[in-house]
Structures are given as C-alpha cells and as structure tokens.
C-alpha cells in the first residue's frame, strides 16, 4: 500500500519514536519536582524548548507547548478575545480555515463577538487588501491559515501582516501554520505574526503535542487553569516524552525544508501534469500553491467510491480533509473558492512526502486513471 494522505498526519521519524521511548523509560521525573529527577526533566523541558525556537527563528520564552493545533488556535483565539475585550470583539478570519479556527469563532459569535469571514478568490486565497479592509476599530485579532488543508491553497501571510502591523499595529495576527511548516518558507519575525500554531504529527513528530508561538508581551487568557504550567498559560504536568519528539521533529522539518519542497514540486508537477490529461476531472489546487497537497473533483462521482477503488488498487488518499471527511457534507473550503455542490462533494486530496518517487506518482496516476475509466463505466451503465 503506498499512502499519500500526508497532509492528514504522517508517519513519525524513527528517531523520533526512539526518542519519545528514550525520554518515557528515562526521564520520568515531573519537570516541577524540586529532586534531581524532576530537575533533570526540568532541564530537558527547557532544551526542547529552545530547539523549538531555534527551528522557528524566535525566543524560547515565546514557546508554549499545547496538546496540537486544535488546542493551539483554540488558545489563541480565546485566549486574546479574553484577555483584550477591552479592546473590542471583532475577529477577522477567511472562509477557508481549518474548523479549529472556524468553528470556534463560530461559537465566539454565539458568545456575542462579531466576525467576518473574508472571501477567497477562485484559486483558494484571500486578496491581502481584502482582509486588510475588513479590519475595524473594534478588530481584535486577524486569523489567517497559512496554507489550507484541504487545496494547499496559499494565504499572503506576509503582506498582510507587515500592513496589518503598519495600519493597525495593536491588532494581533493570529496565522495556523500547519500545513505550511516544513513545506514552505515563513518568517514568524519578518511577517510580524503575534500567535503561530503547529501541530507535530504534521511533520513527522508525536501526535497530540504541538506549540503556539506567543510573541513576547502579548497576553492570552489560558484555557486552561491548575498548577500554572507554561508560564500559566496552560496548566498541566508537561507531556515531556512528546515535548521532546516534537522538538527533534521540528528541527528536522526545518533544516530540511528546502531539499523536501524542491522534491515535492517535482512529484507534484508530474502529478498535475497527469491530472490535467485525464477527462472529466476539476483541479482545484495548483503548483502556485503549496508542493504537497493535489486536490480534484470528478464531478458526478462519489469521493468516497473513489477513495475506496483506489484504496484497492493499493493507494490511500482523502476526501476533503481527515477532519470533515466523516460527515459526507460538500466542502466548505470548495463552496467557498465558487465550486458548485456536485464539485464540493466529490473532492479529492492527495498529499506527498519526502517518501514518494516518481515512479510511485506515475503509478498512482495510472490507478486515478483505471477508477475514472470504471466509475464512468458505471455511471453510463446505470444512465
Ligand atoms: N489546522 C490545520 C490547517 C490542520 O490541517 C489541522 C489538522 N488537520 C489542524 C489545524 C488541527 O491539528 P490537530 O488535529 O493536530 O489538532
């Protein structure tokens, strides 16, 4: 079986896995624990706190280490509309976010805040000036993804924080970095982002352990009260085997970002290459947008028909995104770029990694090409 639903999660490094075994037989004191134990967990604590911010170009003080990028949007939407209500309540995020982000600020408008969800153009990603309008006295925060998961669309991070911060500098910039981490160069610094998620198994860590990066001096309500873990920001005894894993895979990801987006692009051309031969079939994504992420209607036919033929045929992939592939709704993310229902309803996600050859695309190809031929046939059988 050759799995290409990497954006979904990816198979952790086996340095990592010995690392986090490593950590769990070894290093089990309670990073709080005044002994030598919890002192030795302490220092460990601290050192895969600065390789998280080496990797991400910022101080280690500025690292919190959360349960994953759910709990990381979470704390940063929350925990800002909170702590800054004196500031106002608007929020200003696109339509196109990860349900991490928009379903909470969906409950935040059930909580009285007020949002504006901005529009995205046909190719997946917002007009910077778009957002940049959007943005109020009232404004809080601005929420932007910095690629999607669903398209690999890619949102212009840079040019809307470094206005957001000329015309607006006390609203913050919130940016989901998920999918992009690894895959595409940013910088947190340059793109004068406030908040940053990251979810580890993203990039080959644990899963359930990621970070939010929390700009030095912007205050967030925590989510989470108790023992007043992570400067009091999130309570919790530090789930360090994990803590350390992400920090190992972080590193990783981020010396070997450029060598992974080349060979990424290669795979991808030749994917897209091969797609566009094939009749009947929508694209949705581009090679202007992230390496690792193709995506595709065939209009007409079930995704998850396809899914399944393709899974026997020996290839996983996805339909729309891990997260809402259960529930057989049409996409959000697609209604939202103009796709009809039947378009939003029949997507397909391929995602690449560092793994694949082109041996292995040519072969998936050849596979997406049999299930059209058969579903086609199908379809013209029942007519
Ligand atoms: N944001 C984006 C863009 C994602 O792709 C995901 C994972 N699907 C998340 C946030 C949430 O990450 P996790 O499920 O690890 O909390």
């Known amino acids: 079986m050759k799995y290409f639903d990497l954006a979904a999660t990816t198979p952790p490094h086996e340095e990592v896995i010995r690392t986090v075994a490593e950590v769990m037989a070894q290093h089990y004191g309670n990073p709080s624990s005044l002994h030598r134990l919890g002192e ?4 460990l604590l601290s050192k895969a706190r600065e390789v998280c911010a080496q990797a991400l170009q910022v101080d280690s003080g500025e690292i919190m280490f959360t349960s994953g990028a759910t709990e990381s949007n979470n704390m940063a939407i929350r925990g800002a509309m909170t702590a800054y209500r004196q500031r106002g309540n608007h929020i200003v995020t696109t339509m196109v976010e990860h349900p991490s982000v928009y379903e909470t600020c969906r409950y935040l408008e059930q909580q009285g805040c007020k949002v504006t969800y901005v529009p995205v153009q046909a190719g997946g990603s917002v007009c910077a000036e778009d957002v940049l309008a959007a943005v109020r ?5 601005v929420s932007v993804m910095h690629v999607n998961n669903e398209t690999g669309a890619v949102q212009p991070i840079e040019d809307i924080g470094r206005v957001l911060k000329n015309r607006h500098p006390r609203v913050l910039f919130h940016v989901d970095g998920v999918q992009g981490f690894g895959k595409l160069p940013l910088s947190i610094k340059d793109s ?6 990251l979810s580890a198994h993203k990039f080959r860590g644990p899963k359930g352990i990621g970070l939010l990066y929390v700009r030095e001096g912007v205050i967030l309500a925590p989510l989470i009260t108790g023992g007043g873990q992570e400067g009091g920001f999130r309570s919790g005894t530090e789930n360090l085997p994990y803590i350390v894993g992400m920090a190992k895979a972080v590193r990783m990801a981020a010396e070997r970002q450029p060598a992974l987006a080349e060979h990424l692009s290669r795979l991808a051309h030749e994917l ?6 094939l009749p009947g079939l929508q694209i949705n994504s581009s090679l202007a947008g992230a390496p690792h992420i193709i995506h595709f209607s065939s209009p007409g036919m079930k995704a998850e028909t396809m899914l399944h033929m393709l899974e026997e045929e020996g290839f996983f992939v996805s339909t729309q995104s891990a997260c809402s592939s259960k529930r057989s709704e049409p996409s959000r993310v697609l209604l939202a770029m ?19 050859t082109e041996e292995d695309v040519r072969q998936l190809l050849g596979a997406i090409k049999r299930t059209i031929g058969r579903l086609q046939r199908l379809k013209g059988g029942n007519s």
Do not use: F, M, P, W
């Open 338 to 356: 103009g796709r009809d229902r039947d378009s939003a309803l029949s997507g397909i996600r391929i995602s690449l990694g560092e793994e694949h």
């Open 272 to 277: 897209y290459e091969g797609l566009q031969s």
């Open 137 to 141: 006295e009232d404004t809080v925060l």
């Open 40 to 43: 030795d967990s302490g220092k």
């Open 192 to 197: 004068r982002i406030d908040l940053y998620s």
